[in-house]
């Protein structure tokens, strides 16, 4: 029996150094745990700091999508006039863009107006702009190689609301905002509505119903 208490003794203390490092490798990986945890936080909170402040930046000064309706008005719009270019103090007119004998018109979208555009002129504003129009996105994803605006509602606000801004990955962004923002404020079909009645057709001619009766001497929804 005496011989037996030495292994006996020297199986424990094996067994407690054991239960002692394994308890200590828990508290050091519970430690490593807590710092990591930790760590990704502060950078998640840095990251939302950041994220909030350039996105401050980037929509400063962002002119306000109400402003569309207000260029686009069928009866008074801004844009129904004719562009023209003053000198640097803005008193001496000295260039008029129009078309001679050609006045700009809005149409609606809607058949059921007494004038309206013609829905084969929408098939094919849609086929050639963004086919997928009506299902995809208001703005494409961002990428710092391709800047272009290739939505149709980027391509209303590239023309008609960031116009005089420098091309850049900053005017691609503001861009993207605001025409999520046209979107989700006043639907696709006014979106649409909007961009092809501010389409160019050359010849200082805009919106389809000028260019109708300008190329075809008919309107709109004659065609």
Excluded: C
């Excluded at 939505?151 to 801004?165: G, M, S």
């Excluded at 509505?193 to 004659?222: H, M, P, Q, V």
Aim: avoid cysteine; hydrophobic fraction near 40%; charge should be positive.
């Amino acid at each position: 029996m005496k011989s037996r208490l030495p292994i006996i003794y020297t199986v424990r203390r094996i067994r407690s150094r054991r239960f002692t490092k394994s308890l200590s490798n828990q508290k050091a990986n519970r430690s490593l745990a807590i710092a990591f945890l930790s760590s990704l936080l502060i950078a998640f909170s840095l990251s939302a700091i950041g994220l909030g402040f350039f996105y401050t930046e980037i929509s400063k000064d962002l002119p306000p999508s109400d402003s569309l309706p207000l260029m686009m008005d069928r009866h008074n719009g801004s844009l129904l006039s004719p562009t023209i270019l003053y000198d640097r103090l803005g008193t001496t007119e000295i260039f008029r863009l129009e078309t001679n004998n050609v006045e700009r018109r809005f149409l609606p979208l809607d058949p059921q107006q007494p004038e309206s555009i013609s829905p084969y002129v929408v098939q094919l504003v849609i086929a050639v702009y963004q086919p997928d129009y009506w299902t995809g996105a208001g703005s494409s994803g961002f990428s710092f190689s391709n800047s272009r605006s290739t939505t149709i509602a980027e391509k209303l606000v590239e023309k008609t609301l960031l116009w005089n801004e420098e091309q850049g990955w900053k005017k691609s962004i503001r861009t993207r905002l605001l025409a999520d923002q046209l979107i989700k404020k006043f639907g696709k079909a006014q979106v649409l509505e909007w961009f092809i009645n501010s389409l160019s057709f050359g010849k200082s001619t805009f919106g389809i119903d000028s260019a109708a009766r300008l190329y075809f001497f008919k309107t709109a929804g004659e065609l």
